[in-house]
């Protein structure tokens, strides 16, 4: 069993940054590949960014490529991700899951979800 904890969300203007942080409970973190969702009001649950078990490969949803970068600590059992230069359609509560079989950016493929913490971008 894995436990996710998000932190670093909050609000900012506009072509500002953030970092997400995703710390991990248990010995088994590497064993799992991450990724990062978000979900606006009233929208369907979106993939933003995914990463390997040994951070040597990522995935990133078009609208978030060259802007946002995820990125991997074992030894902390934490996974981040920097946002930058943010826009309003950027709002969202942010999720992180962790996938056992595979790499994916599929939500159905996760097995395990923290609670989200919220970005807001102002414009």
């Known amino acids: 069993q894995v436990q996710l904890v998000e932190s670093g969300g909050g609000l900012v203007q506009a072509g500002g940054s953030l970092r997400l942080s995703c710390a991990a409970s248990?010995?088994?973190?590497?064993?799992?590949?991450m990724g990062w969702f978000r979900q606006a009001p009233g929208k369907e649950r979106e993939f933003v960014a995914a990463i390997s078990r040994s951070g040597g490969t990522t995935y990133y949803a078009d609208s978030v490529k060259g802007r946002f970068t995820i990125s991997r600590d074992n030894a902390k059992n934490t996974v981040y991700l920097q946002t930058n230069s943010l826009k309003p359609e950027d709002t969202a509560v942010y999720y992180c899951?962790?996938?056992?079989?595979?790499?994916?950016?599929?939500?159905?493929?996760?097995?395990?979800w923290g609670q989200g913490t919220q970005v807001t971008v102002s414009s």
């Open positions: 899951a962790a996938d056992w079989a595979q790499l994916s950016t599929r939500a159905e493929n996760y097995d395990y």
């Open positions: 248990g010995r088994t973190f590497s064993t799992y590949a």
